[in-house]
């Protein structure tokens, strides 16, 4: 059974802070990395993909990516309180077509 | 649009009769999921499907069933409901398990 793990939260932030979630992975053969956000209530929707060592950035979301330390974070800057949603880790598991999530990491942010 | 729908969005039910909660997508896509959502236990893949006729088992299969006779469909059948599957279902759909995963708005179901 391939994991992904997530810290568990929730976590509390004021409005303006870095936001940072954090990721583990077991699978050494996963090429490729997603975070989710979803709102309560609502579905989950794509916010960051990674496949490469290193940081991408979009906007206010930077997603960094260790391979070697099987590892994978998302960082939130100038959150704002539409920020506050559970951030969910999803990791395709090499070798078969399974997608597997994280339980999910419940951000709010603080006005 | 592009969207994946799902029906019923709401159900009630009792153990042992059997349901089929629906899924479609209008976007092409070769990949469709199934997850069920719990608290505590994050989202869980029950079944996905790489193409039409081909299904495999996800995490959590047990006590399901699915079929893909058309690409854009994807319904997930419960044959003998029981209490333990009260859950907040999705059905998902994407151009691969590496693509983004579109969501469906969610059916939440309670077994009786």
């Known amino acids: 059974q391939k994991e992904v793990e997530q810290n568990s939260g929730p976590l509390s932030v004021p409005e303006g802070a870095i936001a940072s979630l954090n990721c583990t992975y077991s699978d050494r053969v996963s090429q490729s990395f997603f975070w989710y956000r979803q709102y309560s209530g609502k579905s989950p929707e794509l916010i960051m993909s990674i496949y490469s060592n290193g940081d991408k950035e979009d906007g206010r979301f930077t997603a960094q990516l260790n391979k070697a330390s099987q590892y994978v974070s998302l960082l939130i800057r100038d959150s704002q309180p539409s920020d506050s949603a559970t951030y969910l880790c999803a990791v395709p598991q090499g070798g078969s077509e399974k997608l597997v999530f994280g339980k999910g990491t419940k951000l709010t942010v603080n006005p | 649009e592009a969207q994946v729908t799902q029906n019923p969005r709401y159900l009630i039910t009792v153990t042992g009769k059997k349901l089929t909660v629906t899924c479609s997508q209008n976007?092409?896509?070769?990949?469709m999921s199934w997850y069920r959502q719990d608290p505590g236990l994050g989202l869980r893949q029950i079944y996905y499907?790489?193409?039409?006729?081909?299904?495999d088992k996800g995490d959590v299969p047990e006590g399901y069933k699915v079929s893909r006779k058309e690409k854009r469909n994807f319904p997930l059948i419960l044959e003998s409901p029981s209490p333990n599957q009260t859950s907040l279902y999705f059905c998902a759909s994407a151009s691969g398990p590496e693509g983004t995963q579109y969501f469906g708005p969610g059916t939440r179901l309670l077994v009786l």
């Open positions: 499907s790489m193409n039409v006729e081909v299904t």
């Open positions: 976007m092409n896509h070769e990949y």
